[in-house]
Nanobody
Framework: QVHLVESGGGLVQAGGSLRLSCAAS????????MGWFRQAPGKEREFVTS????????YYADSVKGRFTISRDNAKNTVYLQMNSLKPEDTAVYYC???????????WGQGTQVTVSL
């Protein structure tokens, strides 16, 4: 069973940075894609970015391109989301998720709150 635990959220001023972590456990992730999603109050959950564990290939939503960077540490089984130049509209609960190739995201963390103030 895959277990995901996010950390690193908090309150930051606009223009600032935060790094989120997602510690993954429960199995080998070589056949997995890891993603970050977010959900703002009153809005649907949206895709932010993903990384293919084995190749390091990444994909970003247009809204975060050039500001956010996803990476992974194989030795620590941890995925990171470096968020720079944060904007108030980035305020949301951020979720880490995992899926196997050709499947939907099926494993989710508990979420971590990111709040960006003016």
């Amino acid at each position: 069973q895959v277990h995901l635990v996010e950390s690193g959220g908090g309150l930051v001023q606009a223009g600032g940075s935060l790094r989120l972590s997602c510690a993954a456990s429960g199995r080998t992730f070589s056949n997995y894609v890891m993603g970050w999603f977010r959900q703002a109050p009153g809005k649907e959950r949206e895709f932010v970015t993903s990384i293919t564990w084995s190749t390091g290939s990444t994909y970003y939503a247009d809204s975060v391109k050039g500001r956010f960077t996803i990476s992974r540490d194989n030795a620590k089984n941890t995925v990171y989301l470096q968020m720079n130049s944060l904007k108030p509209e980035d305020t949301a609960v951020y979720y880490c998720a995992a899926r196997q190739y050709y499947r939907e995201y099926e494993c989710w963390g508990q979420g971590t709150q990111v709040t960006v103030s003016l």
